[in-house]
């Protein structure tokens, strides 16, 4: 099943209709996510983020701008925003024209397309650069005690998917009912 922002809009307003209310929030950097907690500090999960950045480099970059990016974003969890900012700027002021450098194929058609030619290499230093202000939430605001990142939660998910396969073959209403017994009880 797929995760529709729909979806996360409808949950958070159903658990505020029923009394809680969000003091923070930690996402995983989906698109539109940021959006559903407009209006509270939201932390970008760091560890997504790093994991973001080496999809988009792998983790043995061929050129030495991938190779310098990875170990930058290596130090993320490490730092803090100012410094890790002027690092970021840092390396894009040495990189900016290889990762801008553009490719230009023209077809037997006479059609002509362009586009990055690192392609990845840009689109992990445009990744940094759209989440960078919401990296460093956690160092903002100390008094609401925010993780930097979802490894709690994917921990209570890994914990409840072992549960559920110990049931594996249940219908979907009757694997509704255990998971709801799980969260309301306590994984």
């Known amino acids: 099943m797929n995760e529709l922002m729909a979806h996360y809009y409808y949950a958070k307003k159903i658990l505020e209709d029923k009394g809680w209310s969000f003091t923070a929030a930690v996402v995983d950097g989906r698109r539109g996510l940021f959006n559903v907690f ?5 932390q970008m999960c760091q560890f997504h983020q790093i994991k973001i950045v080496i999809r988009y ?11 310098e990016l990875r170990a930058l974003v290596l130090t993320l969890t490490k730092t803090n925003e100012k410094t890790f900012t002027e690092a970021l700027n840092s390396w894009h002021t040495r990189w900016e024209s290889f990762i801008n450098e553009m ?3 023209t077809f037997v058609s006479g059609k002509t397309t362009s ?7 840009y689109s992990a230093y445009h990744s940094l650069k759209r989440n960078l202000s919401y990296l460093f939430t956690y160092q903002k605001y ?8 979802t490894n709690d939660l994917d921990g209570s998910f ?6 559920l396969s ?3 073959g249940l219908r979907k209403d009757r694997r509704y009912k255990v998971i709801s017994k ?3 009880d306590g994984a």
């Open 158 to 163: 890994s914990a409840l998917k072992k549960k």
């Open 103 to 105: 490719t230009v194929n």
């Open 142 to 149: 100390p008094d609401l005690n925010i993780p930097n990142t």
């Open 57 to 67: 480099i792998t983790t043995r970059p061929k050129t030495e701008a991938g190779r």
């Open 115 to 121: 586009y990055h030619t690192h392609k990845g290499v």
């Open 182 to 184: 799980l969260l309301c």
């Open 38 to 42: 407009k209006g509270i500090p939201v």
């Open 166 to 168: 110990a049931h594996h």
